[in-house]
């Protein structure tokens, strides 16, 4: 895991733009993950946030202590 992949996993959510630099993957498909609730994610006024926790589940790696 690179440094900044370890900095966006030591918080406890992430932003749409993380998580897609994270999985790798284009705006669209992590906007359309969200809507379709594939993504668990919720919003604070208009911000989305994903939770590293469901990220960290799906790529294999541990939860922080």
Same mark, same amino acid.
Do not use: H
């Given at each position: 895991?690179?440094?900044?992949?370890?900095?966006?996993?030591?918080?406890?959510?992430?932003?749409?733009?993380?998580?897609?630099k994270i999985l790798r993957t284009g705006k669209n498909v992590i906007?359309?993950?969200?809507? &379709?609730?594939? @993504? #668990?994610?919720?919003?604070?006024?208009? &911000?989305?946030? @994903? #939770?590293?926790?469901?990220?960290?589940?799906?790529?294999? @790696? #541990?939860?922080?202590?």
């Open positions: 895991m690179d440094d900044t992949t370890a900095a966006i996993l030591a918080n406890l959510a992430c932003t749409p733009q993380e998580a897609r906007y359309a993950a969200v809507e &379709s609730g594939e @993504i #668990p994610s919720f919003r604070i006024g208009n &911000s989305i946030r @994903i #939770p590293t926790s469901w990220l960290r589940d799906k790529l294999g @790696i #541990p939860q922080a202590a």
